[in-house]
């Protein structure tokens, strides 16, 4: 079985950008430099004929790179639930535009639409259930105002996730351009 996700890479700067706001919450297992993407799709697992059909889709679709910029941090979840914090993007309007696209091109192979609402964030950490709020909180006001200037990823990439004990491990095993 493959585990696969639809990503764009944030170009070397902004990674380091991403990089040195990391740290200040006890228990936070942060993203590696290599972990750090914007999620277009997640396609979950599948099996070797699905994963073909993956890349043979991926090759259909067309669309212009995007030009965004890094705006602000938040959080997905709840104070008992595993959290993510991560850093948003500005303008989302093309970035969704290219999640339905792949979203309707793995749909004509047979794979089910994403259920739930597109956000398009670069994931910065992973916290264990009962993090104590304060130190979160901290991070969330030093960061709210974080922005770049407009940045460009020229390119969707097909990852394969590879579960480990230290997390996952992501290894591009696609790559289609896109329009600039």
């Known amino acids: 079985m493959h585990r696969l996700f639809i ?3 944030p170009p070397p700067a902004i990674r380091a950008r991403l990089i040195a706001l990391m740290g200040g919450i006890p228990g936070a297992r942060w993203q590696r430099e290599a972990q750090l ?14 994963a073909d059909e ?3 889709a991926l090759g259909q679709v067309h669309g212009l790179a995007p030009s965004v910029a890094l705006a602000g941090v938040g959080r997905f979840g709840g104070a008992r639930a595993g959290d993510a914090l991560w850093a ?6 093309p970035l969704t535009l290219l999640h339905k696209k792949l979203d309707q091109a793995l749909a ?13 964030h670069i994931t910065l950490a992973r916290l264990p259930r009962r993090t104590p ?15 770049s200037a407009p940045f460009t990823m020229d390119a969707m990439l097909l990852y394969e996730s590879h579960l480990g004990q230290e997390g996952a491990d ?11």
């Open 7 to 9: 990503a764009l890479r």
């Open 37 to 50: 993407h914007l999620t277009l799709r997640y396609i979950g697992e599948v099996d070797a004929r699905v």
């Open 54 to 56: 993956v890349v043979l």
């Open 88 to 93: 948003g993007m500005a303008p989302a309007a």
């Open 108 to 120: 004509r192979i047979g794979l089910p639409h994403e259920g739930r609402a597109y956000h398009p």
């Open 133 to 147: 709020a304060p130190p979160i909180d901290a991070f969330l006001a030093r960061h709210a105002a974080l922005a």
């Open 170 to 180: 992501y290894e591009a095993i696609g790559r289609w351009p896109l329009d600039l």
